[in-house]
């Protein structure tokens, strides 16, 4: 069996450490593994499959000792300087940025919905927004069933999303409701504009002449990529909510032919990744805080759309730090070993 | 100029005593106030109109004083009981409850939109659902413009909407989380299923044999009733969010007729009781810390849903406690008192 050699770029970051347990969780045949960060955070030590390791900065030179699969969690413009250097240098990149996920010659992959495209990457494989990955592990097979003739989305987005920043802010915000008595307890906000803690923001990412968020557009965008529809009717409204970790999506789905839907369940049923939590009885439907931690996606509340003739309705959950991001990342370096 | 008798029932709970704040600010010619509440309320005092008033037991013969109005806000067993009693007296009642709401001799109300229909009550009015409130009064003048189509609506829901407990969950949740360093310091449920802290229900109400919870099935015969279009179609997934008070809803509308969006804002901006935010260069949009509060709802994120020939996009936000509720069932009485 062959062994690889990794490189984690980003590594200190919140989806970098997470990538870590991840690989750690799967044991992939890996003879090395390097982590690179930021100047910032290098030198810092991580505790990394039983040993020590000491995140390296991130320079021009750091592909030149030959690695096989770099997976770059570290944002748009360090993708866009340090991925063509690595793939220049023989190292296939998993990159998790928006940088490359709508260039035609970059596969968008899903695995579980389209690793095949992984067969045709040029050097660079993108990692799709975390919103559009736990929403088309669900849509794929009922779009296979049914096709599909449009998607309304609706989603309720973690702070985890956001990075340590995000995180902080919604810490800061707990810590002051609990220890505020005088009301002059002000803390300075680290990521987003308004405070997020007792909140709903509709606003994630920049907004766009469109009076679109990019989140929305991301969606809308990737989901047609990756479910190779590239004209299929979508609209998307992305809300932060006061949540730690884990997405969840309202999502209205128009089919083209008519389903009943027990067989719908069905199709959900044999989706691989995707896990159904749907008992009104016993009062079950996918949480964020149970689904966090967990590297498949979670779905319930489904029922029909009456308003339409083929109409479904799905309330969908996932961790966008695991399957929304480190998890699919390794699930792709997985695949690439295996080809 | 008349003045009348005025009832509060159900006065201790939390929109009861928003019912007084708003009573206050508007000052109606009203010569008397008379609170009840249950028997376990009885008794407690409630500073309102600069008196202290002592909250009576509602019984069968509350009502035999002669009261001409009477703003019920204690649940639908109790409005199903005291109601007509209260009417067989003379008194009209405004009730808050679900319990006439969708009963064809009772006018369902939100005055901005539809308050001819007080010309026909029987002695009862319906002030409808929360959720339902905040929505009709954006989309009623959008309706009248344009046609409404279809509506899918996907909501954000405060805890106040479920009452002191539901508060009491959420704040029980921070104190946890705040406090917490060995784990073990669990809190008693007094609401909800599960945590609301960190977490996304989606479950309001409860759940009917058509996979629906009982608040989504709320706005989908509300808005159908209070438009006046009795088989619009609409869908609906209503959420529970970590947040005190003020509903948000994403509402995806398609239309009938072909619009501009300027059109559009500008029927919005002439919309009584609504108020546009929505100044995406200066990063505004309607926040439910920035609405509570507030007597009017907020709408912003108005955009065309480019999956439609004819679609809108809204993010709209109210204060759940005082339009969704007290303040809709003062305006009912005003408007009462002014006929």
């Known amino acids: 069996m062959n062994k690889y050699k990794v490189a984690v770029v980003g590594a200190t970051g919140v989806v970098g450490r997470t990538i870590l347990k991840v690989l750690e969780e799967k044991n992939l045949p890996v003879s090395e593994y390097c982590l690179f960060a930021s100047k910032n955070s290098a030198g810092n030590k991580l505790k990394f499959n039983n040993k020590e390791y000491i995140v390296q900065e991130l320079t021009e030179n750091s592909f030149d000792s030959g690695f096989d699969f770099a997976i770059f969690s570290a944002g748009g413009d360090i993708a866009k300087k340090f991925a063509p250097i690595a793939v220049e240098r023989g190292c296939v990149v998993v990159d998790n940025s928006s940088a490359f996920r709508m260039d035609k010659d970059v596969p968008l992959v899903v695995p579980e919905v389209n690793k095949d495209e992984l067969k045709n990457h ?27 003739k449009r998607i309304v989305y609706s989603t309720y987005q973690a702070v985890s999303g956001a990075g340590k920043k995000g995180i902080l802010d919604l810490e800061n915000g707990i810590k002051q409701y609990y220890s505020n008595t005088d009301g002059n307890n002000e803390y300075e906000l680290q990521k987003f504009p308004y405070p997020i803690f007792n909140n709903c923001l509709p606003h994630i990412d920049v907004f766009l002449e469109n009076g679109y968020t990019k989140e929305e557009e991301k969606m809308i965008n990737e989901t047609r990529k990756i479910l190779g529809r590239s004209k299929l009717p979508i609209t998307a409204t992305a809300v932060r909510v006061p949540v730690f970790n884990c997405h969840g999506e309202s999502i209205n789905i128009e089919f083209n032919d008519i389903y009943e839907i027990n067989d719908a369940i069905e199709v959900l049923k044999s ?69």
Chains 1, 2 share one sequence.
């Open 122 to 148: 040029k050097g660079i494989i993108a990692n799709p927004n975390c919103s559009t990955i736990q929403a088309v592990l669900v849509l794929a097979p009922l779009n296979e069933a049914y096709k599909i």
């Open 271 to 339: 989706a691989p990744g995707v896990v159904i939590k749907d008992d009104l009885e016993n009062i079950e439907y996918p949480l964020p805080t149970e689904v966090s931690g967990q590297n498949d996606v979670y779905v319930g509340r489904i029922r029909r759309d009456f308003s339409l003739k083929s109409g479904l309705n799905l309330w969908v959950v996932g961790d966008n730090i695991r399957k929304g991001a480190a998890t699919n990342a390794v699930q792709i370096v997985e695949e690439l070993m295996k080809m």
